[in-house]
């Protein structure tokens, strides 16, 4: 039992997906803080130049502590709180919040993040708080942690007391509805116009976006307005699994429902997706669109992450091919099975006929076996940039 559970955990023929810590550096990058990932140095190119794309069109200031093993061994917080202090002296412009992330040591040794953020507060005048990261899951997980503790934090009621919502009250003045997009991030989202087409779509459908939790384009740009904002929405539309624990503390917290589905997908589906957001505004109630449209039965698979694939197979299944959902990333948004080590992954692999998915799941093996045959089986390439990297982007 001990070994199954051991191997069902192990990647030999497939890379693990960006890590946890690279998820909450992404998902708070446009919003101009200070994100600090308490590890050893060296480890910010991993984060920073192989998991982000937007380095050459924006900077994020995002800085590594530089993490000694006699820190580690001897418990030294106020040299981290110091240097910390010294890069906020140093930028030329304040940052909005400052956001600590963890590592495999501070981990383990417990560190104590919430007593250091409330001495950084003290110390700088600058709202604080910690994203629950170890490097131990995948990035669905860092970036859902990242958005939910920035809402806790930047959306606390007493802190939009009195604030005036000119973007709400502006969509009410002309019908429109507002929606706040979550998990809008270049893992799943990484060229400009894929994003631009998304504003595009939610206009022409009578929408307006009152606060994007993700990443903007020069068209549409994000601000860290845009977090005091999204109490203002209508609704919220979770594009991502990234999105999801916002989701549920808006609603939870703010009454606002909200939406699991990418519209993207194709044009019936984004019909589906507009029509669950007007259902939901009026019934304030939360939809999945495409979960009911799935088909465990069916020959054809979409592998990956759950929102992006998810709404892909439903987008199959309503122009006449069925289709099913391989999920493979941790953060869950529906009650789909999460299949993790690529054991699992490759005996899923080997129930489909056709299958869509990063190119990479080819190579996953179970017992030394593919999960993928190319001689009764067809793939149809989506490479995404959470498991093979920069090896088929387009430029």
Known sequence: MKNNRIRKQVYTHIPVYSGDVSGAASALYEFDGLTVIHDPSGC?????????????????????SGLRESDAINGNDQRLLDDIVTTVDALSEKPSFIALCNSPVPDIIGTDFAA??????????????????????DYTVGGANALEALAEKMTAKERIDGHACEIGAANHASHAKSVNLLGLTPFEFPYDEQVDHLYDLLESAGFTVCANWGRGTKKHPVSFKDVSHASCADVSLVISSIGIKTAMYLYENYGIPYVIGNPLASDDFDSVVFNDLLASISSQVVKNSYLSLLDDSASTAFIGESVTMGSEAAASALSGTPARLIRTTECQVDVKSF????????????????????PLFKNARSHGVRGFDATRQTWIDEPHLAMSGRLYFRD
């Open 116 to 137: 250091l953020c409330r001495l950084l507060e003290k110390m700088t005048g600058i709202p604080a708080f910690y994203v629950h990261t170890n490097a131990m899951h």
């Open 44 to 64: 910010n190119s991993t984060y920073n130049t192989f998991d982000e794309l937007r380095w050459a069109k924006r900077e994020s200031a995002i800085y590594i």
């Open 339 to 358: 299949f993790h080590g690529e054991t699992e992954i490759a005996e899923e692999l080997k129930k489909a006929a056709v299958i869509h998915g990063d």
